[in-house]
């Protein structure tokens, strides 16, 4: 399956020129028509988009086989997510896509998911919104389009606040959905399950006889958010919101665990334990459980 990392990439590989700004990008459906390809097979990109489409025939297929409704609709990818499409030439509407360097670049974006959980669902399942809310939505579009498309130097700030103004808009309309039970629903279910996945990834990664590719980092929210196919921000925002602890505090809590374990129950060295369990020096494991603990390993041992 393809995968895309930048936009640029992306955008090659359906049949679009470079994007103006490597990170983010706005179009209307209707400057793409006869250059996009209208039939693509799975593939997967690492960024977010969130489309309007007010017109247009055709399959999209996000996540788990999730079909856009009938009439205008609100739609969404999230990185990693599986999408492929069958379109006919006629659709009308505006979408924008931005990369997580654009997000990581501004404090405005800084609880994303938190805030708009619907930009987190693997799924990303799309809803229908009414005619009389499509001209506040649409005017956000322009406003983007028409400072995109300018030359000032502060143009980039002012499509963040609108990228917000029109994230907020979209909840809005989102929290007034008939879909929004099902769409919460469905949200808490993949929550559940990727949790459930990293715990179980966590652990059996430091079984003593698991196979660990050599450059593989455990100790990294990362390693595991690539084998889930999910953005590792997405995974520590499922992380913490159901346990409380962040991604990486939960991987920190195992490995102490297991330290404290080894060195209380077993005769292994401290440099023993510091390699089983993947620091690169026992002297950054004796550093890591001092910090955590109060006391070096060899002290923790004793007592």
Known sequence: MKHFKTISEYYKAIGLSEPDHPHFDIKSFEENMG????????????????????????QTHLGHSTELPEGISIFFNSPFQIISWDHSPDWEGYYVLF???????????????????????????????DKDE??????IYEKIKEEYTNEREDKISFIEI??????NQVKRVFNKSK?????N???????????????????????????????????SPAYYAEILNIHPNHLNAVVKSITGQTALNYIHNHILKLA???????????KEIAYSLYFDSPSHFGAFFKKNTGLTPIAYRKK
């Open 134 to 139: 499509l001209p506040e939505i649409l005017n």
């Open 99 to 129: 990369s997580q360097d654009f997000l990581t670049s501004s404090y405005r974006f800084e609880k994303l998911l938190d805030d708009y959980p619907f930009l987190k669902i693997d799924q990303a399942v799309p809803f229908e919104i």
């Open 162 to 167: 609108y990228v917000l103004l029109l994230l």
């Open 179 to 183: 879909d929004k039970d099902k769409i």
């Open 35 to 58: 250059k996009v390809k209208t039939k693509m097979h799975p593939f997967r990109h690492e960024f977010y988009f969130i489309g309007l489409r007010i017109e247009g025939k055709g």
């Open 260 to 270: 404290k374990a080894a060195l209380s129950q077993t005769s292994s060295s401290a």
């Open 185 to 219: 629903n469905s949200i808490q279910k993949a929550d559940l399950a990727h949790l459930s996945r990293f715990e179980t990834l966590v652990e059996s990664s430091f079984y003593p006889d698991a196979e660990v590719d050599e450059k593989a980092n455990l100790h």
